[in-house]
T-cell receptor, first 113, second 114 residues
């Protein structure tokens, strides 16, 4: 079945540091890929997405590129801020009968001033 | 604010009891999803309803049930509660039955079973 594997957390960085959170997936065919973010005390919200190979999703300075050859969708940001502290979830939706999103386990990011 | 409303925000109960969690989707959204978030299992899909009909079922226990009413709000019923049912339960909605990608999540209902 479909699955998403995320980099184990927690991750702690200083402000303005470079961020990478690794995500790899297993799915039938070519799924759509997503990053969701959960700020403290809130529900998840969509951060960015990519629907086909080599697509790059971007939002709020975050980027992720759909790499079919490595089945990966790593999240990156060049310079993190304290306000980026949150839990980040990688997710996929298979093309087919599956209607729900399959999420990774989440990565807790803490950015220190 | 996502527009998805969940009640109650916090609930503490005892083993063996039954609780009902309520979700009101965003205005106009026909599809509702329930997810369970626990420390050891991550975010697990439970069940999806679309316009009152069950559309997809995930890792939902037989002790759990859900329904979506004509006004499109949904309820998740959890019975014969066990300690391991303690978790954050999220409801999400989307406009159609097929997941285009963006689900709009509520803030969750935190259930503690003592």
């Amino acid at each position: 079945g479909d699955s998403v594997t995320q980099m184990e957390g927690p991750v702690t960085l200083s402000e303005e540091a470079f961020l990478t959170i690794n995500c790899t997936y297993t799915a039938t065919g070519y799924p759509s890929l997503f990053w969701y973010v959960q700020y403290p005390g809130e529900g998840l919200q969509l951060l960015l997405k990519a629907t086909k190979a080599d697509d790059k999703g971007s939002n709020k300075g975050f980027e992720a590129t759909y790499r079919k050859e490595t089945t990966s969708f790593h999240l990156e940001k060049g310079s993190v801020q304290v306000s980026d502290s949150a839990v980040y979830f990688c997710a996929l939706k298979s093309r087919g009968s599956a209607r729900q999103l399959t999420f990774g386990s989440g990565t807790q990011l803490t950015v220190l001033p | 604010d996502s527009g998805v409303t969940q009640t109650p925000k916090h609930l503490i109960t005892a083993t063996g009891q039954r609780v009902t969690l309520r979700c009101s989707p965003r205005s106009g959204d026909l599809s509702v999803y329930w997810y369970q978030q626990s420390l050891d299992q991550g975010l697990q899909f439970l069940i999806q309803y679309y316009n009152g009909e069950e559309r997809a079922k995930g890792n939902i226990l037989e002790r759990f049930s859900a329904q979506q009413f004509p006004d499109l709000h949904s309820e998740l019923n959890l019975s014969s509660l066990e300690l391991g049912d303690s978790a954050l339960y999220f409801c999400a909605s989307s406009p159609s039955g097929e997941v285009s990608g963006e689900l709009f999540f509520g803030e969750g209902s935190r259930l503690t079973v003592l």
